[in-house]
DNA sequence: TTAGGGTTAG
């Protein structure tokens, strides 16, 4: 961690503060005023909540200095806490730790406020450290107060080893029997990578647990993608008597959307009418996202038009909901009412908005408003951004433009626009530059799978056959392992998990047989096999049989079996979903007159009558 | 005179 690069940044302040107050003017009525009086004035002037920017502060500043008090330990500490920015905070540390600055008056509770000010700052959790380390080195004693923001400051930083010599002083001064310094240390250890078995261990020998405590262990498993056991984890928490409150909803909505489980997700939110639970904005955004990315988007809709208090997030949860579900025109007219409404879309907003306008070819709504995202809004376009445009130039066949528009970025493509490139390449003929963008990619890359995948299918395209049984040896000698495609679905509020190939399911033979006759049924109806997908060297009929095998298949076939006919069949699928997959769910929409709502990686597949909202671009 | 867990995209 380096600590050092803070000062010289704190020393630069100091002179701008410097030159603010020597070029205002002195009023010599400020002089005679009392001290005490001075004081509540300038306390008086924090109240001010316009006072936290920048400008603001400096002006504060100014007024301090004309009343003398630039080392008067109550203004000095009110002055950091009032800072909710992360200038004005460098700021008013500038001015505290200047060299002239009163060290005797530096205690705990000023150390204290500072850290608290840069640990709740997002870009500054390294400064809330480097102050905890400033406060040792004057020998100002930490205390218990000290440690939730320090600890909650590590946790931003995600750093384990770190993390555990701050559990270590913890422990050392005996802070470790406090309730609140125990649930930052299980939410420490939870948000560190390799921590959730320390983060599980603090939880477990906590005397008192509280819905504080097993959010933080809850959150850490969310957060790791492990959201069955999260579920499993909340049930516990009911079993052993604990209440969950809001922020615990927020956490077991978030591992339903994850699972993309919608029947346990409307569970959840009937629990939470039923256990009055607070519906505060936060949680009515969770419900929005989970039910917009568990399949049933028009629920969210309903969700925040009834919603009387809505921030960005909720804006964004939506109209990110209805580009996941093809619905561009309604995401784009959503964002339009949004402005209207005076909300100022952030940066997460305008990824919303360019994905809604790329997965529905609106070209020029895009364009239009990628242009006021840098010149009307002022935000400075992240690769995400570039990313949407050039997907977009590509989905709508605009490639020779994609390649300009990638050429005259200000910032390096990174992978993933370069693989969107790449598959543009070749849906479109553009084989040799996709043949050569994808070999640059894996020079770079070489240990990603779908790299390889992408030049394969260049190779098939151009009949290259003898290259491309070359890529198969080459990923075997590199010991390249393949993310295994797996498919989940729900059914009686469990949840069923499938990958290729699979024959742990008690019913795997009726499975099989099912997967038999839906392939005969598939073909009577005209559907052929796309066996360029399958990258293995084996002959055609074997190719067809991997094929099959495919886990989305496999829990459709499941799902034909278990659910009565007519019923609409909800999958998700870990990957994106293959174009083999994709032409034989339109057949079996349509021969088994099933609506089938498929999530993949990026998106939602409605199929219906044998056709897919996507249109077939995604 | 200070304290703990959360939501959007990637």
Redesign the pocket.
Known sequence: MQFSAIRPKLLRTINVATATTSSSPHHPSSATTSKRAAEQRCLALFQDHTCNTFPKLAQTHTHILKLGLHNN??VL?KFASTSSDLDAIDYASSFIFSPDADTRLY???LF??II?AY??TSQSKERALYFYNVMLDYGVWA???????VL?AC?GLRVLSLGQSLHGSVVKLGFDD???????MV?MYS?CSGGIEFARKVFDGMPKS???????LI?GY??LGWSTDAIGLFRKMQMVGVR?????M??VL?AC?DLGALELGKWVESYIEKERVQK????C??LI?MFA?CGDVDKALKLFRNMSER????W??VI?GLA?HGRGFEAVSLFEEMIGAGVAP????F??LL?ACSHSGLVEKGRKHFDSMTKEFKIVPRI?HY??MVDMLCRAGHVKEALEFVKKMPIKPNP?VLRTLISACHAHGELKIGENITKQLIRNEPMHESNYVLLSNIYAKMSHWDKKTKIREVMDKKGMTKTPGSTMIELDNEIYEFVAGDKSQRQYKEIYEMVEEMGRELKGAGYAPTTSEVLLDIDEEDKEDALNRHSEKLAIAFALLNTPPGTPIRIVKNLRVCNDCHAATKFISRIYNREIVVRDR?RFHHFREGFCSCKDFW
């Open positions: 330990p109550l500490t205690d705990t509770f204290n406020t608290r640990a709740q205390n218990k107060f000290t440690y939730p923001f909650k946790a406090d309730a609140h310094v125990q649930n930052t939410h948000s509280d819905s504080v405590s097993w959010s933080a959150g969310v957060r969950p409150d809001e922020i615990t927020v956490l978030s959307t505060n904005v936060e949680l955004n969770a996202d990315k921030t960005i997030v909720s964004t949860s990110g996941m952030d940066d997460v907003a990824i919303g994905s995400e990313g949407c993933i990026n």
